[in-house]
């Protein structure tokens, strides 16, 4: 076995998933190698150093934490494309609320300014239109 | 308990979930978290940042349970999600700030009082998880999943989405880089 030979068992011989065969070769290079033995415990205690911390602690309340987190958000509708049902009438009511913007400044009878309702204001029909065409 | 049970309990809670079941994305949850966690601490570094990522992971998975097509793939997809929340937060502005706070509070914090064997250690310690702090990517994490967060081939291999061979050869080129930055750094304080 040469020196590259043995340098590519190392890592393999760290996680102990060496065959016996390997494991032996890889031994006897070792016996008669210094440079291999100094490079394979160089190897050793960086994973050593690695370990000596231990995993990170996962916070304890992570999991509950992460459940709420995940369903008190909505849940967007399962096929793209596809307005839910409320959305569909707020669009409809902001399209027919447009219509009579439109009719009304084309007779020269423009509406009153609309109150504070959404569904009725012309940027929120657009708010709505551009939402659904982003969905699609 | 064998891993065909959890494999079994895992494919069931996912199923639940897909069809909509909160209960079901719970024990989901339950089942996945501590994978999920340690993915994100090997991709970020930071133990709030990979519990903040580890939240947002199952906000976007419950959001769009309906594109987890099999049950028994569930560990994979959820990781795959956990890749892009860390790499979107990490182009977010708050990371761009945070990262530099952090290691500022990590050089002004006073160390233990060690005797100077514990001393010793842990500034060896520190001196690998810097080198491995400038390995790249794809070496680094899959280090930092098998050393620091303990994760078996299989379960690197789920976590990141590839082979387990990929995970031998990746792991053997990280180890191999790590100890070649260590015998560089020992070199610049012998020499």
Same mark, same amino acid.
């Given at each position: 076995?040469?020196?590259?030979?043995?340098?590519?068992?190392?890592?393999?011989?760290?996680?102990?998933?060496?065959?016996?065969?390997?494991?032996?070769?890889?031994?006897?290079?070792?016996?008669?190698?210094?440079?291999?033995?100094?490079?394979?415990?160089?190897?050793?205690?960086?994973?050593?150093?690695?370990?000596?911390?231990?995993?990170?602690?996962?916070?304890?309340?992570?999991?509950?934490?992460?459940? %709420?987190?995940?369903?008190?958000?909505? %849940?967007?509708?399962?096929?793209?494309?596809?307005?839910?049902?409320?959305?569909?009438?707020?669009?409809?009511?902001?399209?027919?609320?447009?219509?009579?913007?439109?009719?009304?400044?084309?007779?020269?009878?423009?509406?009153?300014?609309?109150?504070?309702?959404?569904?009725?204001?012309?940027?929120?029909?657009?708010?709505?239109?551009?939402?659904?065409?982003?969905?699609? | 308990?064998?891993?065909?049970?959890?494999?079994?309990?895992?494919?069931?809670?996912?199923?639940?979930?897909?069809?909509?079941?909160?209960?079901?994305?719970?024990?989901?949850?339950?089942?996945?978290?501590?994978?999920?966690?340690?993915?994100?601490?090997?991709?970020?570094?930071?133990?709030?940042?990979?519990?903040?990522?580890?939240?947002?992971?199952?906000?976007?998975?419950? @959001?769009?349970?309906?594109?987890?097509?099999? *049950?028994?793939?569930?560990?994979?997809?959820?990781?795959?999600?956990?890749?892009?929340?860390?790499?979107?937060?990490?182009?977010?502005?708050?990371?761009?700030?945070?990262?530099?706070?952090?290691?500022?509070?990590?050089?002004?914090?006073?160390?233990?009082?060690?005797?100077?064997?514990?001393?010793?250690?842990?500034?060896? *310690?520190?001196?690998?998880?810097?080198?491995?702090? %400038?390995?790249?990517?794809?070496?680094?994490?899959?280090?930092?999943? %098998?050393?620091?967060?303990?994760?078996?081939? @299989?379960?690197?291999?789920?976590?990141?989405?590839?082979?387990?061979?990929?995970?031998?050869?990746?792991?053997?080129?990280?180890?191999?880089?790590?100890?070649?930055?260590?015998? @560089?750094?020992?070199?610049?304080?012998?020499?």
């Amino acid at each position: 076995m040469t020196c590259r030979d043995a340098r590519t068992l190392f890592s393999a011989r760290l996680d102990g998933r060496l065959g016996p065969d390997e494991a032996r070769a890889l031994d006897a290079h070792l016996a008669a190698c210094a440079a291999c033995r100094g490079e394979l415990a160089r190897w050793e205690a960086a994973a050593g150093a690695l370990r000596a911390a231990g995993p990170t602690p996962v916070p304890p309340s992570l999991a509950e934490r992460a459940f %709420r987190a995940a369903t008190r958000a909505e %849940r967007p509708a399962p096929v793209a494309g596809f307005l839910p049902a409320g959305r569909k009438a707020a669009l409809a009511g902001a399209l027919a609320a447009a219509a009579v913007w439109i009719a009304a400044l084309a007779t020269g009878a423009a509406p009153r300014p609309a109150p504070a309702d959404a569904g009725q204001d012309p940027i929120e029909v657009a708010v709505l239109l551009w939402t659904a065409e982003g969905e699609r | 308990m064998s891993g065909d049970d959890a494999a079994a309990r895992l494919r069931a809670a996912a199923d639940g979930a897909r069809a909509g079941d909160p209960q079901a994305f719970r024990a989901l949850v339950a089942e996945t978290h501590e994978t999920v966690f340690r993915l994100a601490a090997a991709l970020v570094s930071d133990r709030d940042e990979a519990a903040d990522v580890t939240q947002e992971t199952y906000v976007r998975a419950w @959001g769009r349970i309906g594109e987890l097509r099999d *049950g028994a793939a569930a560990l994979g997809w959820l990781c795959r999600i956990a890749r892009n929340v860390a790499h979107d937060r990490r182009r977010s502005w708050w990371s761009r700030i945070r990262a530099p706070l952090d290691a500022a509070a990590r050089e002004v914090a006073p160390r233990e009082r060690d005797p100077d064997a514990s001393l010793a250690a842990a500034e060896r *310690g520190d001196a690998v998880r810097a080198a491995l702090a %400038r390995l790249p990517e794809k070496h680094r994490v899959v280090l930092a999943l %098998r050393e620091i967060e303990g994760l078996s081939y @299989g379960e690197i291999a789920a976590a990141l989405g590839v082979p387990v061979g990929t995970v031998e050869s990746r792991l053997h080129r990280a180890r191999a880089a790590l100890a070649r930055r260590l015998a @560089g750094l020992r070199e610049e304080v012998d020499g």
